[in-house]
């Protein structure tokens, strides 16, 4: 990290540190969400000289922001709908994504678009393409992917030899860029730290303070302890994506925005049920299917239906399993099973609700709002706009301060980890020798740690034992999971096995083979002892055998009533309605 600022690191010394100075002192913003607006919200202000602190009742990123299809992308279904604006946004993020503020999380990636009609369709689907090329140039920045190209079928089977020779006429390939969500989150609120936020996960807002009509400040229940203190703030931020409404109920009314929830469920397969070198992307009759890659895996996704029942642990029925596997194999030669399936993964979307019945209508835009003096709401949006969000929310924060704030600086902000990527991954063999790691090892490390990977490394040089990959999750070193509780603010084990690595989705077992060994490699640095490593081992085996019923289940009602039968680990409470 650069000389002269904060460490970037959220252990648990950090968190408690963080707590004490939020209740102590009145600070000019609190925000509460832990997802990637709140998170986006807290580096915006915290870079224009703001005192900020962001409180969150889970995990980071333990909402929509970790379950996610995992895609930096401007929304090619969207030039279709001629938002050509909204595309355009996004894309130029993208760009500032790919090439200045996080070179080492988001990368370029392939995709394949099977071309099912003669002569229309590849004139149509090529001018699409080709302006969400041209759109994709930004200020100051090249576009970050190579352009797109049409294929004949022969050639796009020699990419994607899965593909079913039948089912489509031609093809054409275009470039857009991915991420590991959580991941991004986690490193955003890192950045954060770095310049001063404070940061706290399982910090549950119970209550708004106010003053008149003024909301000067929220109540906070600190869910590890169960003690509850006041954290006062000029500015109180609401980004809380599909838990808005609720929130805007604690201050007293239902407020200006209205967000309707989107479910949309992802299968994770292994790499070898799908032989092709891109992803593909094909049309539906709502809206699109993604086959992405993803390390040794394919992520397929996604569906689009409302979800009115728990916003917490959405959960994915049989029928919403079998629609993906029904879509995706209308093209594939070799169908997937259910049997194929290593992981499934439910999230939802926070659309700003319209006069439209189906979700799959409702705007991806977002809207800020000061429905009362001292609280900005923010809600819409989509994960690759994060940054856009933020920088609208803060300048509101700035018109409510009635104070001289400087500008949003964020797209010349490079997040921890990016600075000197670069050259780390030009010196990966030198890396990989100096260490006693294979290459691959260091690329893995520095695909997820970027410049920050010597702070891993270090954890190898004290304790070589902590080289070795955990038995049953060999994608991942042991110095990780002691590095996610030591730096990444991970204070349980479902933290570290579904969002500070993927080892949920990525295994047949979805982590329940390692969670004694993670657990414990967890206990030091959380100073658990073995009640609670027993605990945190039969919470998360409890979670996984819920989600697994779950996913047998036909219906939304049934798969909701399996899934919330599992225990909590850190339950939230029930707050008070004023």
């Known amino acids: 990290m650069t000389a002269g600022r904060g460490e970037a690191r959220l252990g648990p010394a950090e968190r408690t540190a963080a707590l004490a100075r939020m209740s102590a002192e009145e600070l000019d913003v609190v925000v509460v969400g832990g997802g990637v607006v709140g998170a986006g919200v807290a580096l915006d202000a915290a870079t224009r000289g703001l005192d900020v602190g962001v409180v969150e009742a889970r995990d980071f990123a333990s909402g929509t922001s970790s379950r996610s299809s995992k895609l930096i992308h401007g929304g090619l279904r969207y030039l279709e709908q001629l938002n050509f604006e909204l595309v355009r946004e996004a894309l130029q993020e993208r760009s500032l994504l790919l090439q200045r503020i996080a070179p080492h999380l988001v990368r370029p990636v392939p995709f394949l678009f099977p071309l099912t009609h003669f002569a229309w369709e590849r004139p149509y689907v090529g001018a699409g393409v080709a302006l969400y090329d041209t759109l994709g140039f930004a200020s100051g920045l090249t576009r970050g992917v190579p352009g797109h190209r049409h294929l004949s079928r022969s050639r796009a089977l020699r990419l994607a030899p899965a593909l079913r020779k039948s089912a489509f006429t031609g093809a054409v390939q275009y470039w857009d860029a991915q991420v590991d969500d959580a991941r991004y989150v986690m490193t955003l609120l890192r950045t954060a730290a770095s ?151 439910a999230g939802l979307r926070p659309l700003l609700s319209g006069e439209s019945d189906e979700t799959s209508k409702l705007s991806r835009e977002h809207v800020v709002a000061h429905p009362v003096p001292g609280l900005v709401m923010i809600a819409g949006g989509k994960y690759t706009t994060y940054r856009v969000m933020a920088k609208d929310a803060v300048d509101a924060v700035a018109h409510g301060l009635d104070q001289r704030v400087p500008s949003s600086c964020t797209d010349r902000i490079p997040l921890a980890g990016a600075e000197g990527y670069q050259a780390l991954w030009n010196s990966r063999h030198r890396i990989a020798h100096d260490s006693g790691l294979h290459v691959a090892r260091i690329e893995h490390l520095l695909q997820r740690y970027g410049s920050l990977i010597d702070e891993v490394l270090e954890l190898i040089r004290e304790d070589r034992t902590l080289a070795r990959p955990l038995n049953g999750a060999d994608d991942y070193l042991r110095a990780e999971i002691v590095y996610a509780a030591t730096h990444e603010g991970a204070r349980h084990l479902n933290d570290v096995l579904t969002r500070r690595t993927r080892i949920s989705i990525e295994t047949f077992h979805r982590g329940q083979a390692v969670a ?63």
């Open 195 to 345: 310049y001063g936020a404070h940061v706290a996960p399982r910090a549950q807002v119970v209550g708004f303070l106010r003053e008149g009509e003024r909301v000067t400040g929220v109540r906070v229940c600190d869910l590890e302890s169960g003690d509850e203190f006041e954290i006062r703030a000029q500015q109180v931020v609401n980004a809380t994506g599909v838990w808005t409404d609720d929130i805007q109920e604690l201050v007293g009314g239902r407020g200006q925005i209205h967000v309707r929830a989107s479910k949309g469920i992802h299968l994770v397969v292994p790499r070898d049920r799908i032989h092709s070198y891109t992803g593909i992307i094909l049309r539906t009759e709502k809206s699109v299917l993604f086959v992405i890659p993803w390390g040794r895996h394919w992520i397929v996704g996604t569906t689009d239906t409302e979800w009115t029942l728990d916003k917490s642990h959405p959960a994915a029925s049989r029928a919403d399993i079998d629609y993906l596997l029904d879509h995706v194999n209308e093209v594939l030669s070799v169908p997937l099973t259910r049997d194929d399936v290593e992981g499934v993964y």
């Open 516 to 578: 004694q060994e993670a657990a414990e490699l967890m206990a030091g640095p959380l100073g658990w002892d073995t009640e609670q490593v027993k605990a945190e081992v039969e919470y998360y085996t409890k979670r996984v055998e819920a989600e697994r019923l779950s996913q047998e289940q036909d219906t939304d009602q049934e798969a909701d009533a399996i899934r919330l039968g599992a225990p909590e680990i850190v339950p939230v409470v029930t707050p008070e309605r004023p």
